[in-house]
C-alpha cells in the first residue's frame, strides 16, 4: 500500500504561483496529478514517467505549470506559474503501477488527500 502526502495548496492572485508537493512512501512508476473544481469531474492536469522523467501536460497548463520530480526524497512537485482564476480546483496527486505516462483516473491506484489552490481575479 502506498500512501501519498500533499502540501503546498492556498491562495494566490491571478498571475502569481504556487508548488505542489506530492510525497510517497513505496514505490510507484508513473504519478500524475489531477484536478477538481465544484460540479465538474476530475480532470487530468500533467504525468511523469518516474523512470526516466517523460512528462506530458494537459493543454490547458501547458507552458505554465512543471511537473518534476526528487528520486531521492520519492517525491513530486507541480510549479504552477501564471495561474489564473480557471485553475481554483482541488488538486489530487496519483501514483500507478503503469510503466508509462497515465493520464486518466482509472490507470492509477494511489491517490492523495487533495489540497486546494484558489486563485482571485
Known amino acids: 500500500q502506498v500512501q501519498l502526502v500533499e502540501s503546498g495548496g492556498g491562495l494566490v492572485q491571478a498571475g502569481g504561483s504556487l508548488r505542489l508537493s506530492c510525497a510517497a512512501s513505496?514505490?510507484?512508476?508513473?504519478r500524475g496529478w489531477f484536478r477538481q473544481a465544484p460540479g465538474k469531474e476530475r480532470e487530468f492536469v500533467a504525468a511523469i514517467k518516474w523512470s526516466g522523467g517523460s512528462t506530458y501536460y494537459a493543454d490547458s497548463v501547458k507552458g505554465r505549470f512543471t511537473i518534476s520530480r526528487d528520486n531521492a526524497k520519492n517525491t513530486m512537485y507541480l510549479q504552477m506559474n501564471s495561474l489564473k482564476p480557471e485553475d481554483t480546483a482541488v488538486y489530487y496527486c496519483a501514483a500507478g503501477s503503469a510503466y508509462r505516462i497515465a493520464t486518466t483516473t482509472n490507470e492509477y491506484n494511489y491517490w492523495g488527500q487533495g489540497t486546494q489552490v484558489t486563485v482571485s481575479s
Open positions: 513505496g514505490r510507484t512508476f508513473s
